[in-house]
Nanobody, 120 residues
Framework: EVQLLESGGGVVRPGESLRLACVAS????????MAWIRQAPGKAPEWLASISRDTSTTTARGSVRGRFIISRDNAENTVYLQMNTLKAVDTALYYC?????????????WGQGTQVTVSA
């Protein structure tokens, strides 16, 4: 089955950290850039970060740059998102997604999401 499976979410207090993981299966993981996207209730999906297939290039949106770090381990078919100094506004459902450069960077495959809740 072609799928992405996120894990690592949970309920944390402001200032704490989490590391999310996303395990890919059913396709050649190292052939694709990967991304993390989040969606808060009632809001549109918000792209967070992307990483190239060979890990040489990463990008992140300005609001999380310096706090959130994307990485990947191609040997384990896994992409990670290290989230530091979490804030209440980070509360969302977090997805990983496959990036299709041949389709203009479209996110053509998403996981089911893992919930992150930041609350005092």
């Amino acid at each position: 089955e072609v799928q992405l499976l996120e894990s690592g979410g949970g309920v944390v207090r402001p200032g704490e950290s989490l590391r999310l993981a996303c395990v890919a299966s059913g396709f050649a993981f190292d052939n694709y850039p990967m991304a993390w996207i989040r969606q808060a209730p009632g809001k549109a999906p918000e792209w967070l970060a992307s990483i190239s297939r060979d890990t040489s290039t990463t990008t992140a949106r300005g609001s999380v740059r310096g706090r959130f770090i994307i990485s990947r381990d191609n040997a384990e078919n896994t992409v990670y998102l290290q989230m530091n100094t979490l804030k209440a506004v980070d509360t969302a459902l977090y997805y990983c997604a496959r990036v299709r450069l041949d389709f203009g960077g479209a996110h053509d495959l998403w996981g089911q999401g893992t919930q992150v809740t930041v609350s005092a």
